[in-house]
């Protein structure tokens, strides 16, 4: 039987379907749900409203938060505010669609189904029974809309006055996609819709720094995820500003922590983490390298894996480039060429590079390895070198 973890506090925190109490960076966007939503919240007004932009932007959690916020505060008035989730790409079809629906809101269906009108019917039968509003919330409509047009959206847009709803009950639509979807509806779908729209930038480093931070507390215990590992995850997911890339580097980093019985996650675990996910070094791309840009890997990758760290200035780079030169019988190069091909490594994918101000020798630069582990590297090096 397997042991209480010494790394995990809570593993389920950094489940993608776990939903945060607060969102950083977020509070804007719950902002503009909240405001478009209160003439649902007052009085049952049906609202509609586009989520857009780049996949790990916070949208999915973002609106099942604000879900979860509207219904408690309805709740509070003695009303009811329910809420589904649908995501289109596992439920293409209209019907599909309103069968998950049904299974969230614990509708039976019978063994022989219904057509979509009977479906639509009997959910305005239970929320007029309940005297209750939907929030639907359909993620990655893209996927739908791609197949199906706008038929289906514009008739959930219509469901009120089909209907003949009054009162509380009725149903509001959250769409979620990856681009400005309202620019391809047609007109009368835009008419019933609306023009309502919110987008979701990427995340900057600073941004999922915050982030992951915020996810440490939650699934780790104290102490056992140092700053370091933290700032490299950020550094690697910003490319994308993916905070759904970042919370799986950082579970995967702690998994791996775990299986190997290290006291905590360092900068090794991250990058065996992303070397898992996403690796774009290959030892292919490795024997491409020259004879001295090889070794000033080998010295980047030697140094980073005895300190433990994440970054190294360019100076201590080159310093232990000079002992590695010696050590492979090399006269080591001059230091403006190390810097060049400080640049080539950069150029290939092999490393990062960012500039932290004045060093020892002028400008510096903050050396880390994106993808795989040091010590990987310096394993496949020694044998090349």
């Not at 966007?29 to 996949?55: A, E, M």
């Not at 290290?262 to 491409?288: F, G």
């Not at 101000?357 to 390895?369: T, V």
Request: with cysteine; charged share 30%.
């Amino acid at each position: 039987m397997q042991g209480v973890s010494s790394i995990f506090k809570d593993e389920s925190k950094l489940d993608m379907s776990y939903v945060p109490r607060d969102l950083p960076n977020r509070e804007k966007q719950l902002k503009k749900l909240k405001n478009h939503f209160s003439g649902t919240l007052s009085q049952g007004i049906s609202r509609h409203v586009l989520l857009y932009g780049d996949i790990g932007t916070g949208k999915t959690v973002t609106a099942k938060r604000f879900c979860q916020m509207i219904s408690a505060d309805a709740k509070k008035s003695g009303k009811e505010i329910k809420w589904a989730r649908v995501n289109c790409m596992d439920h293409l079809s209209p019907n599909t669609i309103l069968s998950a629906v049904f299974e969230e809101l614990n509708i039976r269906i019978p063994e022989r189904g219904f057509s979509d009108e009977e479906m639509l019917d009997n959910l305005r039968r239970y929320l007029k029974s309940r005297s209750a509003h939907l929030i639907l919330i359909l993620d990655d409509v893209d996927a739908h809309f791609k197949k199906y047009g706008c038929r289906f959206i514009y008739s959930l847009t219509r469901f009120n006055e089909s209907f003949k709803l009054k009162g509380y009950e009725g149903l509001s639509l959250i769409l979620i996609s990856h681009d400005n979807l309202l620019e391809r509806f047609n007109p009368a779908t835009i008419s019933s819709f609306g023009h309502t729209k919110i987008e979701f930038s990427r995340y900057t480093c600073e941004e999922l720094i915050e982030i992951v931070k915020q996810r440490v507390n939650l699934a780790f215990y104290s102490g056992k995820v140092n700053d370091e590992s933290i700032k490299l995850i950020a550094d690697i997911a910003s490319v994308w500003g993916d905070a759904r890339f970042a919370i799986e580097l950082l579970w995967k980093a702690g998994k791996i922590a775990e299986e190997n019985e290290d006291p905590e996650v360092t900068p090794e675990h991250v990058r065996a983490a992303k070397a898992d996910t996403y690796s774009v070094i290959t030892e292919s791309k490795l024997k491409y390298l020259g004879k001295h840009e090889k070794l000033v890997l080998l010295a980047i990758a030697r140094k980073l894996r005895k300190t433990g760290k994440a970054y190294l200035r360019t100076g201590e780079a080159f310093d232990v480039y000079n002992v590695v030169c010696e050590e492979f019988g090399e006269s080591p190069r001059k230091e403006r060429q190390f810097l060049d091909y400080l640049k080539r490594l950069h150029g290939y994918g092999f490393i990062d590079l960012k500039i932290s101000g004045a060093g020892e020798r002028g400008r510096s630069h903050l050396i880390s390895l994106p993808d795989i582990p040091a010590r990987v590297i310096e394993e496949k090096l020694r044998e090349m070198c």
